[in-house]
């Protein structure tokens, strides 16, 4: 399984975007998808989950403004996200789990000025 993460950019306080995430191969349905973040200097944090009957997670730090979901018919899990603050600035990853077996896409940086 390849992952292919897109659609980060600058955007400004209060504003929003949508990361894509684009996975290869016929398993797509199966796996657990999250997206991490990980600010400069700083640990990759989780910071939204959905699994493969489509259940969502999310941390406090983004409840309410971001929203994962996943189209299976086109192997993409999306994030959404809104009302970014400046501390949302890092790079964002995409994750992908089967059978204990992790998939990460490349990152995509989002920054958030103020």
């Known amino acids: 399984v390849q992952l292919q993460a897109s659609g980060g950019g600058l955007v400004q306080a209060g504003g929003s975007l949508r990361l894509s995430c684009a996975a290869s191969?016929?398993?797509?349905?199966?796996?657990?998808m999250e997206w991490y973040r990980q600010p400069p200097g700083e640990q990759r944090d989780l910071v939204a989950t959905i699994t493969a009957g489509g259940t969502t997670t999310y941390p406090d730090s983004v409840k309410g403004r971001f929203t994962i979901s996943r189209d299976n018919a086109k192997n993409t899990v999306y994030l959404q996200m809104n009302s970014l603050k400046p501390e949302d600035t890092a790079v964002y990853y995409c994750?992908?789990?089967?059978?204990?077996?992790?998939?990460w896409g490349q990152g995509t940086q989002v920054t958030v000025s103020s």
């Open positions: 191969g016929s398993i797509f349905s199966r796996l657990r």
């Open positions: 994750r992908g789990t089967v059978w204990s077996l992790n998939y």
